[in-house]
């Protein structure tokens, strides 16, 4: 077994040097993530650099899903991933980060590490030794995010590794997921109960989550579908679309026509996960 997850005297005489470790094994809220980051990328060692050959592949972040975060509670973001290398390898960190250059302190806009170093499962291959890895990213948004709502959006996999010799490698994009604000809707129908052909108004709001406040506020200028399921069905259809105004409050209305639950149903963005309201049941006489 060629792989260690902890910085450890390896067999012989080689040891990892400690001053160059980037210091993975942190909480995800550690203030220290990104400089960690910076250090290990900002060695020199490109992605399949020579001096380094190790390389990773097949990156999955929270079994290929969205990550979606409220105002308080903490998240557990499982990542698995492969690496291969000729020698061996004595060490691999992970992290995820946003930005556009993971070297540069002034283009990381923000990065998370891992629970504990990537615990990795070697099998002999030809030409070299190939890992099974995972790890853990347990994220607090309070803590995490509290700077502000703009790191909602895309980031990415940076994976790390050490060598038998501490020669490092790196690749800073291996996997992407998006961590999102997540959403909330409510639907009130009135009046119940109506008669048939009367007038149905539909109320509610969209809010989500402001990671910055620690608290939910209302989503300007979203569309949100208005839909309804007859009473012994378990299809919603789609009825209208309507934006909600600008401090998040929705309106539509339509004709009753049968018993059923009317509800709305927002579908997401690229930085707010997606929401559907409870269904409110009209009766119609």
């Given at each position: 077994?060629?792989?260690?997850?902890?910085?450890?005297?390896?067999?012989?005489?080689?040891?990892?040097?400690?001053?160059?470790?980037?210091?993975a094994a942190q909480a995800a809220e550690r203030p220290g993530t990104a400089p960690d980051l910076r250090a290990f990328a900002s060695q020199g060692v490109r992605p399949n650099d020579a001096l380094g050959g190790?390389?990773?592949?097949?990156?999955?972040?929270?079994?290929?899903?969205?990550?979606?975060?409220?105002?308080?509670?903490?998240?557990?973001?499982?990542?698995?991933?492969?690496?291969?290398?000729?020698?061996?390898?004595?060490?691999?960190?992970?992290?995820?980060?946003?930005?556009?250059?993971?070297?540069?302190?002034?283009?990381?806009?923000?990065?998370?590490?891992?629970?504990?170093?990537?615990?990795?499962?070697?099998?002999?291959?030809?030409?070299?030794?190939?890992?099974?890895?995972?790890?853990?990213?347990?994220?607090?948004?309070?803590?995490?995010?509290?700077?502000?709502?703009?790191?909602?959006?895309?980031?990415?996999?940076?994976?790390?590794?050490?060598?038998?010799?501490?020669?490092?490698?790196?690749?800073?994009?291996?996997?992407?997921?998006?961590?999102?604000?997540?959403?909330?809707l409510t639907a009130n129908a009135a009046p119940e109960p109506v008669k048939k052909g009367r007038t149905i108004t539909v109320t509610g709001k969209l809010t989500r989550a402001n990671w910055t406040t620690g608290?939910?506020?209302?989503?300007?200028?979203?569309?949100?579908?208005?839909?309804?399921?007859?009473?012994?069905?378990?299809?919603?259809?789609?009825?209208?679309?309507?934006?909600?105004?600008?401090?998040?409050?929705?309106?539509?209305?339509?004709?009753?026509?049968?018993?059923?639950?009317?509800?709305?149903?927002?579908?997401?963005?690229?930085?707010?996960?997606?929401?559907?309201?409870?269904?409110?049941?009209?009766?119609?006489?």
């Open positions: 077994m060629r792989m260690h997850t902890t910085t450890a005297v390896l067999s012989g005489a080689l040891v990892l040097p400690a001053l160059v470790l980037p210091g190790t390389t990773f592949k097949d990156g999955v972040v929270n079994n290929g899903k969205d990550v979606v975060l409220g105002v308080t509670g903490k998240k557990a973001v499982p990542v698995t991933f492969t690496a291969f290398d000729e020698e061996g390898l004595a060490l691999t960190v992970a992290f995820l980060w946003q930005g556009t250059d993971s070297s540069s302190t002034d283009t990381i806009t923000g990065a998370l590490g891992t629970d504990d170093n990537p615990v990795c499962t070697e099998t002999t291959v030809e030409g070299g030794y190939s890992y099974s890895c995972k790890t853990v990213f347990t994220i607090d948004p309070a803590v995490a995010f509290k700077d502000g709502n703009g790191t909602a959006g895309t980031w990415k996999l940076f994976l790390g590794a050490y060598d038998l010799y501490a020669n490092a490698s790196y690749n800073d994009d291996v996997a992407r997921t998006k961590i999102k604000r997540a959403a909330a608290k939910y506020a209302g989503y300007a200028n979203q569309p949100v579908q208005l839909q309804f399921r007859k009473k012994g069905s378990n299809t919603y259809t789609t009825l209208k679309t309507v934006n909600t105004s600008s401090t998040g409050t929705l309106k539509a209305t339509t004709k009753a026509v049968s018993d059923g639950y009317y509800r709305f149903a927002f579908a997401g963005t690229t930085t707010t996960g997606s929401t559907t309201a409870p269904g409110d049941f009209v009766d119609v006489r």
